[in-house]
């Protein structure tokens, strides 16, 4: 399900109708502040009309996540992510591997032409092969025994063969030449989501409260001063803010990760788009800390920074990524604690030279 999106919709909804509940049963004094209500109602309305008609479509929110294989190939059907599909006229052999250091399954496909689409497979195939690719996938119970009863009856199925969870190779290929893949690598694992969320809670709880002051200013203490109007204009937002964050937590406190290993990158988002980068993907890659100083406290954003190998390729197996100066960038918010355990991840992980290093620069209120 897609519980940002979702929880988006619920929100817009609830405030609208706030909004036009608040414009409407509330008795304004003066005509600047009956002006006020109409505008809150207005407001609310369009906000409930917009989101109603997203709504007729709600199904449309919860996509879920299918491994389908049937006659003609195997495929990954989501709309989370980067999904695949593969036919198996297009396979010499496809395996399974199923490591306990890794978060997942990961499918490795042996085409029998160049797969640009899908991520590189760091191991090895035999000399006059194609590159090898290969997709994560969650692990699941039943999933392996799955794929081996849904390949074509005609082809080689091993199980529980060296390294491979399973591994089936197309009729007149030769298992025997496809090598054992290699263990997988200790994983350093940092969260990022524990530092936004509270960043998020603290911000909307804040922002709440100068709202709710504000009201009761209004509506209580200067209601017969004529200034209903002004604290309303001022506390709406605020308060409208601290609601958001209220009905978004469980977008706001879902956990996220950066993973890295000797094979990847991976950015880790269970509620959201999860996706990963082999680094032999890459050109180069750094880590830019954005800094916007101010008086009371500083502002930051932490950008992951990618040069592709190729970029052609790399923009079609990358979509989740914004480019930016010939790069492409991960966003990864105000993280900068997590940031310094990024940083050194990467460079004891990445290839030799291809890790940049952290670059920092003063950037302006819009963090550019």
Known sequence: MRLDQLTLAIDLALLGLGLALTGALVHWHGWLAHTFGILLIVIGAV???VDGVRLLGWRTLIWPRSLRLDEQGISDDTKKGRGFRVDWADLKALGVIDDSARPGLLLVFFPQTRRPDLSPY?????????????????RRTGVVEAIVAGTPANWQKHENGPGWAALIVAPGERAEAIPSPRPARPQQRIDV????????LV?????????????????DVLAATGATATFLLVGTPFLLIGLATLLSIPVVVRRRWVVIDEEAFTWADPAGTSFTIGWNELASASLEIVTVPSASLSRHAVHLCLVPADETEFAARHPELSRNDGRYVLRLGDVVGPAKAIAAACQNSAPSGLWQ?????TGTLGIT
């Open 47 to 49: 906000l409930c009309l």
């Open 122 to 138: 760091a191991g090895f195939a035999p000399a006059d092969w194609p590159q090898p690719v290969a997709s994560p996938i969650p």
């Open 193 to 200: 989501g524990t530092e936004l969320a509270w960043q998020a």
């Open 203 to 219: 911000g909307g709880a804040l922002a709440g409260l100068l709202g709710v002051l504000a009201y009761l200013a209004a509506f």
């Open 357 to 361: 290093g952290v670059a920092e620069r």
